[in-house]
């Protein structure tokens, strides 16, 4: 749940009853200020008949009258100090509705003859006017509801703009650019606060890549003369006649783990020259010609595998790249097609306007995301000749030159697809 979210319903959470409990409030002040008035009235009407009765009736002479709301009768009932107010229900004039009546009744002295004063009030106007002060009150309190809960949103959304911005710049970052990247003062203390701590970690995360960087490379370069040198020594060595059979064999050992080695340096430099764009995108490249080169230079270990070649070529897939990268992808991803297929296995490669899709059967598990272009991540089950750095360096050049690659994987079979992305195909 979003913060703003939360935030909101907390708000509501707290003023919801809040406006409840003051419309309950105002209701009931309305209804019994009403009742005052109408009681009021009723006491000043009862006053009035009785001033009227005594100055009309003389001793000895009885008043009768009855109707729908007034009745004074004699009666033998005790005298009542106060009169009795209270809500009541009659009939219309045609019996066919219920109206409510604000009653008031008392046995007063009248000339020494004691009478039942019983006065009704009709509140059908009363009821209907509470109802609309109530539907006014009711729309008021909604309209201020809406408009306070608008108001918080819009305040709130202005307030946490800031922290939106430092986010969707940490979200975009990318390690190589990150010394150009900063966040901004703001108006709220704590946003300050924030983005000085990022400030500081990015400017830490930035130096800290840059030494690793040119540590990486400086050593991956310094590896090639003495890789070089004991190369050349243990080939001058197996040119010795006076070598045993086990002797030979470790020399053998040894210059493989030299060629590993070797492999491995020239891997880590070209991915330092790839993330320091030594490379430099001039001309377009079409990626179906340099698949068709690659597939009849790996024609001896396809023959040897004896695998199926399908491929699909629809369109040519062109993009602008280095033409040493365009053969460092495709040899990495087609090399691990060869490499990590079964006997009799097949590889599908098609290829459309926007696309590049290379797919092999193998007998190798899924890989999972979080190792699928991680550097150093082969298999121990794969060739141990591999330096875990392919799928890296092919991610690497993908990434650096406006494409974008997918992995899929089923019971049995490895996919990777490469597409141009819009920006791309709208240049060519």
Do not use: C
């Not at 990434?399 to 992305?421: C, L, P, Q, T, W």
């Amino acid at each position: 749940m979003r913060l703003l979210t939360k935030t909101t319903l907390y708000f509501l959470a707290v003023i919801i009853p809040l406006l409840s409990l003051a419309a309950f409030f105002l209701f009931n002040k309305f209804s019994k200020e009403i009742n005052n008035r109408s009681d009021q009235e009723l006491v000043s009407d009862e006053t009035e008949w009785i001033r009227y009765l005594e100055t009309t009736l003389e001793n000895g002479t009885s008043f009768s009258l009855k109707t729908p709301e007034i009745v004074i009768v004699p009666t033998g009932a005790a005298l009542t100090g106060y009169p009795r107010i209270e809500n009541t229900y009659g009939q219309d004039a045609k019996g066919n509705e219920t109206i409510p009546y604000r009653q008031l009744s008392q046995v007063v002295s009248i000339n020494d003859a004691p009478y039942q004063i019983t006065i009704r009030q009709s509140q059908t106007q009363k009821a209907a006017l509470v109802k609309d002060i109530t539907n006014i009150v009711l729309l008021v309190f909604v309209l201020l509801f809406a408009a306070t809960v608008i108001f918080n949103w819009v305040i709130s959304k202005n307030i946490w703009a800031p922290f939106r911005r430092s986010l969707n710049k940490i979200r975009a970052a990318e390690l190589q650019k990150m010394e150009a990247l900063h966040f901004e003062k703001t108006g709220t203390r704590e946003f300050n606060e924030l983005n000085e701590s990022l400030n500081f970690m990015t400017s830490k995360i930035y130096r800290d890549y840059v030494n690793m960087k040119e540590f990486t490379e400086n050593a991956a370069h310094e590896m090639q003369t003495p890789i070089a040198v004991a190369q050349s020594k243990m080939e001058l060595l197996l040119q010795d006649s006076n070598l045993t059979e086990e002797q030979i064999q470790s020399v053998l050992q040894a210059s493989d783990v030299l060629n590993r080695l070797g492999k491995l340096s020239q891997s880590l430099l070209l991915l330092a020259k790839i993330e320091n764009n030594q490379y430099t995108t001039i001309e377009t490249v079409n990626l179906t010609d340099v698949t068709k080169k690659y597939l009849q230079l790996f024609n001896e270990f396809i023959t040897e595998k004896q695998l199926n070649i399908q491929t699909t070529f629809d369109e040519n897939f062109e993009v602008k790249l280095h033409p040493f990268l365009a053969d460092s992808l495709i040899t990495n991803l087609l090399g691990n097609a060869v490499k990590y297929n079964y006997q009799g296995g097949t590889i599908s490669i098609a290829t459309s306007a926007n696309s590049y899709t290379i797919s092999n059967t193998s007998l190798q598990k899924p890989i999972s995301k979080e190792k699928l272009f991680s550097r150093m991540q082969s298999s121990k089950e794969q060739d141990e000749a591999s330096n875990g750095l392919g799928l890296a360096i092919v991610k690497k050049i993908v990434d650096a030159n406006n494409m974008r690659i997918s992995y899929v994987s089923d019971i049995g079979s490895h996919s990777f697809s490469i597409e141009a992305k819009i920006i791309q195909v709208l240049k060519s």
